[in-house]
């Protein structure tokens, strides 16, 4: 067995544990009883444990070592694998096996605190939770170290190759142009208010509709499926098996499917990564957001465009016929409807980053100590009031809203908008392509689609995010193209 085979199987055995450990966690946000919460943290502990020992052996070292000395540093997608997975494995074996589990066990618990604090509104149920998971936060960037401050460690998590820093330039530029833009977006919606005709909007019907557009985006339902959950997302268990879930409001049909068509954009990412190198980099997703891009595509750049309202506006109204009611312009005007939303995912483009350039903001004082875990909700409904013009009225609209501080993903937000800055340019690199445009117009995906396997997809995380970026669209990442798509849609 050559040392590149030797790796191959080692890194196998370690996905095959991790991948069962999804399948626990997939199962603890969807059908997990009430009563299982407890015993489910023990098993994702161990579960945890045992990847992490398999992911930092000895045995796994060595491989690797003797594999970067046999591989040809030409065939990039080989030793761009080799190289991320050295870099991944350095990372893995600063952090103990017992702090992996502690980790593990403390958000499985910080998970079920989170769900009975947010269903009461009481942000004190959940505080020692958040205070226990910050303090590892901080224990696991001293290990992992950091170029400036301690908030650098947890992003590399997410974002290979961002900073703080980096991220604040971008931010803190973007911050007056987005005010304005969701300040016009939301003046237009209220001189003009619409709504949609009165449902009910039945489930079954949804379920259908739902699954017809998601088909029509490319996602194979022979390798996934769609489930229900308070807090959509997609998730992976292993190749083939990729799972979308979202909520369902029979008054509101566009919400599940708006959801739907983020988490197939997910879904169709990881459809879109090469079976045979599951376990390892070249066939993993290389940062969340490169991951958000392709929901942020699928949803907002082409699931709210005219061109996909034109075709599939009829399609619509035929599961749910008050549709008739209406027309086309009124319903686009729904669909592109700006208010200021206490809830993120519910929020529409025009003032969905303000959500996060807050809790950018909010982590990083955390982070520095600056902000005290009490604190945290008269800071959060301050720093809204400033952003926003309201104040949440409780903690469930407020600081308990989200799910990601109780997994632990501190540095998880920035993502968010850094996913929806590519979406736009790699969405404007694409139409540039004739096929795909006329595809697009005409609600042919498989263009598009195609196009982003080949520049996103398929290399996996053998290239740095500005890598692929920068590949596809011929230039660095930039807000310009986010910042133009937001204005001729909500402000021209």
Not at 74 to 102: C, H, I, Y
Not at 282 to 310: C, K, T, Y
Request: with cysteine; aromatic share 10%.
């Amino acid at each position: 067995m050559s040392a590149i085979e030797k790796v191959a199987e080692l890194a196998t055995e370690a996905a095959l544990v991790s991948s069962s450990a999804s399948v626990l966690g997939w199962d603890q946000e969807t059908y997990l009883p009430e009563e299982a919460h407890g015993w489910r943290a023990r098993q994702l502990a161990w579960l945890s444990g045992r990847s992490h020992e398999l992911s930092t052996s000895p045995a796994l070292r060595d491989a690797l070592e003797a594999a970067l000395d046999e591989v040809d540093p030409s065939d990039q997608r080989s030793f761009g694998n080799l190289t991320e997975m050295k870099r991944r494995f350095e990372r893995s074996t600063k952090l103990p096996a017992a702090l992996v589990e502690k980790d593990s066990k403390l958000s499985s618990h910080a998970k079920h605190a989170w769900s009975e604090a947010r269903k009461k509104s009481d942000f004190k149920l959940f505080a020692p939770h958040l205070q226990a998971l910050l303090d590892l936060s901080r224990e696991k960037a001293e290990l992992w170290g950091y170029p400036d401050e301690a908030y650098d460690a947890l992003i590399e998590t997410y974002e290979r190759g961002a900073t703080t820093a980096s991220i604040s330039q971008v931010f803190d530029a973007l911050g007056p142009d987005l005010r304005l833009i969701a300040a016009a977006a939301v003046e237009r919606t209220a001189l003009n208010p619409v709504a949609l005709p009165d449902g009910p909007y039945p489930i079954e019907q949804q379920m259908a509709f739902n699954e017809e557009v998601a088909r029509s985006f490319g996602f194979d339902f022979n390798k996934g499926r769609i489930d229900t959950t308070a807090h959509p997302f997609c998730t992976t268990l292993g190749p083939g098996d990729v799972r979308l879930t979202t909520r369902y409001d029979e008054g509101d049909f566009t919400s599940s499917l708006l959801g739907v068509m983020h988490e197939a954009g997910h879904g169709l990412y990881e459809q879109g990564l090469r079976s045979a190198d599951f376990g390892t980099p070249a066939g993993d997703s290389v940062s969340l957001g490169i991951h958000e891009s392709q929901s942020r595509l699928w949803e907002n750049h082409v699931g709210r465009s005219r061109g996909f309202w034109e075709e599939w506006f009829p399609i619509a109204a035929d599961h749910f016929p008050q549709l008739r009611k209406t027309d086309l312009d009124r319903f686009l005007a729904f669909i592109h409807r700006a208010e200021f939303s206490f809830i993120r995912v519910e929020a529409d483009e025009a003032t969905y980053d303000l959500h996060i350039l807050l809790r950018f903001e909010l982590e990083r004082q955390l982070m520095r100590g600056d902000l005290k875990v009490a604190d945290v909700p008269t800071a959060w409904n301050e720093a809204f009031t400033e952003s926003f013009g309201v104040t949440p009225p409780d903690d469930a609209h407020g600081c308990l809203q989200d799910i990601h501080w109780a997994m632990g993903g501190l540095g998880y937000f920035p993502t968010y908008t850094i996913g929806n800055l590519n979406a736009a340019q790699l969405f404007k690199a694409a139409m540039q392509v004739d096929s795909i445009s006329k595809g697009v117009s005409s609600a042919d995906y498989s263009p598009l689609l195609k196009w982003l396997r080949k520049e996103i997809h398929d290399p996996g995380a053998t290239l740095e995010p500005s890598e692929l970026i920068r590949n596809a669209s011929g230039r660095e990442p930039s807000a310009d193209a986010h910042l133009q798509h937001l204005r001729q849609r909500y402000t021209e």
